[in-house]
């Protein structure tokens, strides 16, 4: 019942789930850097500067 240490995969296989892994952040990291243009884009006033309030 106990977990044992996990074997290595082959690196063609860690390679291959590294390029999945990267792809899927930098399209997570693409969402969310558009987002604000996208959702500024759609609302209604448009014509008005996008700003920031702190």
Known sequence: ??????????????????KEHVATMAVFCLIVRAAPYVLHYFSEDRYEELRLEL
Do not use: E, W
């Open 1 to 18: 019942m106990g977990l044992g240490i996990p074997r290595r995969p082959d690196k063609a296989t860690a390679y291959k789930q590294l």
